[in-house]
């Protein structure tokens, strides 16, 4: 799967996030259109206390610094391709990481947000585990984690999975994530999906 990303990375650059049905002149208005259609939910959302924003499987960071613009702080993105890494810009409240065997480079308990966006889809079940549980770690108490998936009822392909928003769900079982939108995509059902992790009790 891996090698399956970093090869479309290397031949579409930043256009290799995107459906491939979509044209290579489209890539800014589809990025701009997704933004339309799920910042307002993660503006209602927020508390008014994050400051700090993991973007996983942030891709070339065509996100990242509207995060960190939206909570007037700090937005980090990471992904495995460093290829699509060397084309995000970072600025004084952007940072990016490259993902490596699976590790987010972060402390435990370290960002208020995370948001992931069309990423899990291509992540195939059997890394599932480590994943969710690097986003739990690094995610504080009553952090928002922001799920952006397509849960059309389609069947699974070699590098997507197509995945219910009930299954999403059962991944994060310290968090309880909503559906609060879905649109379409080339005729496909995107789902957001928004929750906040449970506070864990001092001992």
């Not at 890494?85 to 490259?98: F, G, K, S």
């Not at 699976?102 to 195939?124: A, F, Q």
């Not at 299954?167 to 928004?194: A, N, R, W």
Request: charge should be neutral; glycine fraction near 6%; aromatic fraction near 10%.
């Amino acid at each position: 799967m891996f090698v399956y990303w970093k090869t479309r990375a290397m031949i579409f650059g930043k256009q290799s996030v995107l459906n491939s049905a979509h044209s290579v002149e489209k890539y800014e208005s589809i990025t701009s259109s997704q933004k339309i259609e799920i910042f307002p939910y993660l503006k209602t959302n927020l508390s008014g206390n994050e400051r700090v924003c993991l973007d996983f499987g942030c891709g070339p960071g065509r996100f990242t610094q509207d995060l960190a613009t939206l909570i007037h702080g700090k937005a980090i993105g990471v992904d495995p391709i460093h290829e699509l890494l060397d084309l995000a810009i970072p600025t004084t409240d952007v940072e990016y990481y490259l993902l490596k065997k699976g590790k987010i480079p972060l402390p435990n308990n370290s960002v208020d947000i995370v948001w992931c966006c069309l990423v899990l889809g291509g992540i195939p079940e059997v890394l599932l585990p480590n994943t969710i549980n690097e986003i739990l770690r690094v995610l504080n108490d009553d952090g928002l984690l922001v799920i952006i998936e397509n849960t059309s009822e389609k069947l699974s392909q070699s590098y997507w999975m197509f995945r219910s928003f009930e299954f999403y769900c059962s991944l994060f079982p310290e968090v309880s994530l909503k559906k609060v939108h879905q649109y379409s995509d080339l005729g496909e059902t995107i789902s957001v999906m928004i929750g906040r992790k449970k506070v864990h009790p001092i001992v």
